[in-house]
């Protein structure tokens, strides 16, 4: 795949949020494409993980500040490797859409999980040092020369040097940060001046344009809810809104916020996104459970056979092609100032 920065970013201001209206596809003759990816290898890059606490069946970190609320098991690496190919075509077929120029030399991935942004990023620029960190070691041991990988918590103080980094990268927050000012305010004193912080965001509150999505549909069901139980455990799901100024509050210039529709199965006529709603269908439908377990049990209370039974209603939705579903998918990113202004 062509991994090149996006030079020339779209226009939002005269569209509706996350774009133009999706148009969905009037023929309904590839069932079995949606079959074929479903049966396709979904090989993850891992190495074992040597630290991991298990609960209902599914094993979590045990390194941190506070509890992360999805599975770091073998079942949620491959739904994580899987969604990286997602999430690297709904971005047309980019790694970042910042403007880091040709040749940085330090770049930090946060939350890097199976490491397969930062192995993908390293082998684009070789000459970089490419630094993935995550609170569990469930990354490859086989990975380019100039790649390797750490455990740590991006919520508590940082030892890597101030303005080490060019470029600072993170995909997938979503009900990971408690304190995300505190957050970026550390990325911006890690980044060089000049260098850039790019953050790829969900926004898993389900919409559709032709109204097929009724408010009584379990995917929308399952959106309130996983929002109730996010805020609840201390995790806002709905912080990506917040980003862009949060980075101007904490001193980026130049930053920027794109809104993209990410469609929920193979519904949408255009090609592309029909390939990205395909693969989100078998995120849903095979990551759902991780997604969902620890967050209801915990913060709602819901008992495990409540959440299996509930979750069961979901897949069979996210399988309708008469539902045209989709959320929002956020990309922040923003300069640090070359010349810093002196405090006062």
């Known amino acids: 795949m062509d991994f090149t920065t996006h030079e020339e970013q779209p226009e939002q201001e005269e569209q509706p949020l996350g774009g133009p209206s999706l148009e969905a596809d009037s023929n309904d003759s590839d069932s079995a494409y949606a079959e074929s990816a479903r049966s396709s290898s979904l090989t993850s890059l891992c190495s074992e993980v040597t630290r991991g606490i298990f609960e ?9 500040s506070a509890q992360y609320a ?14 990286h190919a997602m999430h690297t075509l709904l971005l047309d077929n980019k790694l970042f859409w910042a403007p880091i120029g040709p040749s940085p030399q330090a770049v930090l991935d ?3 999980g199976t490491g397969i942004w930062a192995i993908d990023f390293a082998d684009l620029y070789p000459e970089a040092q490419v630094v993935g960190t995550d609170l569990s070691a469930i990354q490859p041991t086989w990975v380019p020369p100039n790649c390797r990988f750490e455990i ?4 508590r103080d940082w030892t890597f040097d101030p303005d ?5 990268h993170n995909r997938n927050f979503i009900c990971a940060i408690r304190d995300w000012p505190r957050l970026i305010r550390q990325t911006f004193k890690h980044v060089k001046p000049g260098g850039w912080v790019e953050w790829h965001q969900k926004h898993p509150q389900f919409h559709s344009d032709d109204e097929t999505l009724a408010e009584d549909n379990p995917i929308a069901i399952w959106g309130q809810h996983f929002f109730a139980a996010g805020e609840k455990f201390g995790t806002p799901p709905h912080s990506c809104r917040n980003l862009k100024q949060w980075m101007t509050d904490a001193g980026f210039v130049d930053v920027e916020e794109h809104i993209v529709k990410l469609p929920v199965g193979p519904w949408p006529k255009d090609k592309r996104l029909k390939n ?11 990551g759902l459970e991780g997604l969902t377990m620890m967050l209801f049990t915990r913060a709602l209370e819901w008992s495990p056979e409540r959440v299996q039974l509930f979750l069961k209603d979901v897949r069979e ?9 989709y959320y929002h998918f956020y990309v922040v990113f923003g300069r640090k100032p070359a010349i810093l202004k002196p405090e006062p």
């Open 56 to 64: 209902n069946g599914r094993r979590y970190h045990s390194y941190g």
């Open 70 to 83: 999805f599975p770091n098991d073998e079942r949620e690496l491959e739904r994580l490797d899987m969604q």
């Open 110 to 112: 946060l939350g890097t």
């Open 152 to 155: 740590d918590d991006a919520e």
């Open 164 to 168: 080490a980094f060019d470029f600072i």
């Open 276 to 286: 990205i709603g395909l693969f989100e269908m078998v995120n849903m439908d095979e």
């Open 317 to 325: 939705e996210v399988k309708n092609r008469e539902v045209h579903s």
